[in-house]
């Protein structure tokens, strides 16, 4: 069966320090894969989304970047983090029937300080 | 602009039945999706509507009007572990995801 990991689950951090957060899906191959962010009482907010290995796409510009270094591999960075960054981001892969249902990780609370 | 809105809040006692309701307007529609999540946790699946008509699943369940742009989560016999966030998402022309702001349920005694 099909795994989804993300980790780290909590994180504080400084303002202008760098982030890396990783996702990593088992049990499937060529997955679709997302980054979202979820602020305090508002939807989830699509960051990134990959299709395959080193293809990215971007759906709002900010400090924030994302890489597929691997086919089973999502990773979400930041050189200098901003207060605005904190919140609560969601690794998820797209199932494998058309109907687009998401599989999400664990989360990663992210606190900018 | 693509826009899905759902109440914030909802009170609801246990063992009663609620309703959240979803209206949304989206730039396409290729079905609408419900996610349970519990406070500090990922939204799990719980509903998928692509056609009109109430869905069943147990407890649960969910109903489509598309020519109304609106649904409906359906939760019967409620229980103190179904206090949680609900989350509407539509997916678009695109076949991507647009999500409500969700719903917060308490479930009082």
């Known amino acids: 069966s099909q795994t989804i990991h993300q980790w780290p689950a909590t994180l504080v951090q400084p303002v202008g320090s760098p982030l890396s957060l990783e996702c990593t899906v088992e049990g499937t191959s060529n997955p679709n894969l997302y980054w979202y962010r979820q602020a305090a009482g508002r939807g989830l907010q699509l960051l990134f989304y990959?299709?395959?290995?080193?293809?990215i796409s971007s759906e709002v510009p900010q400090n924030l970047s994302a890489s597929r270094p691997q086919d089973r591999q999502f990773i979400l960075s930041s050189k200098k983090l901003l207060l605005s960054d904190s919140g609560f981001y969601l690794c998820a892969w797209k199932g494998p029937l058309n109907t687009g249902e998401l599989f999400f990780g664990e989360g990663s609370r992210l606190t900018v300080l | 602009g693509q826009n899905i809105d759902q109440p914030t809040e909802m009170t609801a006692t246990e063992g009663a039945i609620v309703q959240i309701n979803c209206t949304y307007q989206t730039s396409g529609f290729n079905g609408l999706f419900w996610y349970q999540q519990h406070a500090g946790e990922a939204p799990t699946f719980l509903s998928y509507?692509?056609l009109d008509g109430l869905e069943e699943k147990g407890r649960f369940s969910s109903f489509l009007s598309r020519s109304k742009g609106y649904s409906y989560l359906l939760l019967k016999e409620l229980q103190m572990k179904d206090s949680a966030s609900y989350l509407c998402a539509v997916l678009d022309s695109n076949y991507q995801l647009i999500w409500g702001a969700g719903t917060k349920l308490i479930i009082k005694p």
């Open positions: 990959s299709v395959g290995i080193g293809q």
């Open positions: 509507n692509v």
